[in-house]
């Protein structure tokens, strides 16, 4: 896409020398042929040391920007950068892609949708009303139990077990809001990539990433109805039982271990090897390892024991 | 179904003038053509107004229902109510209607089931594994991601996204119980109503209205693996994070924020404009506006910084 | 299975006369054509009066095995345990077994599958995208929406109601974990029971047992999004709301009444007759039975309204 359709589109000035753009990434991600947006002070930072192209800015963060980059001045950029995130987007199924490439030694069946431009790897079974898009990848010797859905460029890694129900790459929950209480969807180009030696239980939901990956670490178990949100990264070996929750952003360490009904904040980083347990919320960075968290707001597992018998004698 | 049925299926003295009842529904919505009950002393006030032909009663609220409708007396109005809304159900799906219309702009998956008697609009995408029930009506430029479900007679409107595995018009979660503690199903006759540009996550669950309609309000955002129960009311632009819950009949205003794991209970009302944070628990109806809750129970988030401070104090 | 292949492949020496092992489970149920294993010293007493032709044990525990019991020696008991599973494991789908069993009153879509070696009973409606795997067996009269996954040697029984998304017979979360913090899928070797005249609501999750059943007894109602973990046993007329969870192994009493986004923890037993409030985390076994309960951790409804007095003043 052409940089001054994209100025029309969101509706900047831009004069200067036309080029292409082929994507729209965060500001210390981006290339020097995508587009990216400041809006939020806390990323102005990142402005002085992006490789992007152009950069969508307000009036107060346009003198940040350094002359290798083009400004594009709008009252509202984080609304406009939805705006565009839709140009940017796939469809949801690439129909004229290449058939898709099925190893001859996995079972699929006839009941089972895989896309055409998907690829399915050695020993797998796939298992009726399942459906892999277009780009997604399935490992070796990986199992689908029926009706587990992989949306498009997902990437599944080798020796995993997905039951069913299960929903990998539906778009994260991202919205520009405006002053009238309307939400512009933020379109989801990142994706969702599961390494290898995975077990996702049933009616579990992995949102892809905005931009980059939502990342499952190797050796990881979730268990059923189990939330991990866009870009989220979990770490190798971790454990999270039922109906465990992990917002949009948050990174997990490996061999973490959480309890049923825990839940863990967005945009925080949990240090590897501690315990939460069951209905822990997680609201803060967490920068101790091998230790036992559980409450929330959260605390050590002993301070909650201690709590409780407070409480206990409260009521004495 | 004529009346006379009606009274031999819920063992009632019947020996009125027969007439034709065309459904079940509430004292305050019946018509003259249908049958209403009263289970609750709460409801007695609305028998007076009500334009039921027929209302199920009781000894005791017998002598309120008024000559221009028919009491029919039992033991257990609320379970003869449920016995008799099996009657009133319509089957699971169609399979006599008419074919589907299905406007040829739009591009429908083979493998998805587009029932008999569903229309689904134009220029919408369904994807592999999506049901569409009879009577359902899909509005424009729609998106179903795969393996969506929506019951008969349930209306999405124009420019929604539901994603994978999400579930509308699932029957709500109600029956009459008797003294063994036995549960009578309450067929649900009701629908949902999803209006214009929402959008849903993955996995989530609206249930229909046992009565009238499951309300989702136009540019509403629905996180995954949510709960919202029959007779629901959501307001205009309001955003629900993922594995939050509402239980029936819980009227939400417009713009209201829930973050994740929040619930509320049922048969209340919440103001618009409210922000309630995660985990939050609603157990009351609230009035104010602009606010910030937290909790369970639910109080000002301030209160509920304060309420932490005090407890961090009582551990030291 | 030969038990000397068995030794081999968990690496224990064995020299006495070979035998066929046709399965794995616990101590107390193992009959003497099955092996067991004995990786908690809780379990220790359950070994003299074990069936088990034989006994995988660490050297501490090897002493009372009793002589009617082969005792197989490994260092890590529970770990080799999980490794030898996936040998007794059938495959997810047997599709060489004789075609499914549909009794000609029933309506399946042509867009369900109904696996090889399946049973579906009389006057079913099995609508689009269900799944019914090999060896399992629907009742009579039982209706699943669409999407519904039974999996294999699960067992539903007659008058059913089961709603789209729901997922029945998964495999329960357990593996064994080892120093380095890798995890061995133990394969569920269970099914799921559900018995007669039992309503389940969409996307709610119900493991496969270890070994044995998963039980749903007669007359209970769960709503949508509930987890069941592998193991547990719900009783009769029981009644759990939306988002709720139940850890593995735990049993509930006949006619429990759970809330919304409630939980039990695992292994724990919950006599009859008891209802739990919305939010109530069950985390020891009650004994009582006719009480009201909140709270986590859980205590008397009252003793929880007087706490909340406490706070409020706390506040103050």
């Not at 003198?63 to 594009?72: I, P, R």
């Not at 859905?149 to 994260?172: E, F, P």
């Not at 209480?181 to 995975?198: P, T």
């Not at 992990?246 to 949990?270: C, I, N, T, W």
Request: glycine share 10%; net charge neutral.
């Amino acid at each position: 896409m052409k940089l001054s359709q994209i100025a029309k589109i969101i509706g900047a000035e831009f004069n200067g020398q036309d080029m292409t753009i082929n994507s729209l990434n965060t500001l210390k991600d981006a290339s020097s042929d995508e587009i990216s947006f400041v809006a939020n002070s806390k990323y102005v930072k990142d402005i002085a040391s992006s490789n992007a192209a152009a950069i969508i800015c307000d009036e107060k963060t346009k003198e940040f920007v350094s002359t290798s980059s083009v400004a594009l001045v709008v009252a509202h950029p984080y609304w406009q950068m939805a705006v565009l995130s839709e140009y940017f987007a796939k469809d949801a199924e690439d129909f004229d892609a290449p058939a898709p490439k099925i190893d001859e030694s996995s079972i699929v069946s006839a009941k089972a949708h895989i896309a055409n431009g998907a690829t399915v790897g050695k020993n797998c079974t796939i298992l009726a009303g399942c459906y892999v898009g277009s780009g997604a990848v399935i490992g070796d010797n990986t199992t689908l139990y029926p009706n587990v859905v992989i949306y498009r460029d997902c990437k599944i890694g080798s020796d995993c077990i997905i039951h069913a129900g299960t929903v990998i790459g539906s778009d994260g929950f991202g919205f520009a809001s405006n002053q009238n209480g309307e939400h512009k969807k933020i379109y989801h180009i990142g994706n969702v990539v599961i390494e290898d030696d995975v077990e996702i239980g049933s009616n579990t939901s992995i949102d892809r990433a905005v931009f980059g990956s939502t990342l499952i670490k190797k050796g990881t178990r979730l268990d059923n109805l189990i939330q991990v949100a866009h870009n989220c990264e979990i770490g190798e070996y971790s454990v999270a039982a039922a109906q465990s929750g992990f917002a949009g952003s948050s990174k997990v360490g490996r061999s973490s271990v959480f309890g049923a009904q825990s839940g863990v904040a967005g945009h925080l980083e949990v240090a590897p090897f501690n315990t939460f347990a069951a209905r822990s919320g997680v609201t803060k960075t967490i920068k101790e390892s091998g230790k036992v968290f559980a409450g929330f707001p959260l605390m050590d597992h002993r301070a909650w024991l201690k709590l409780q018998g407070k409480i206990a004698k409260l009521l004495k």
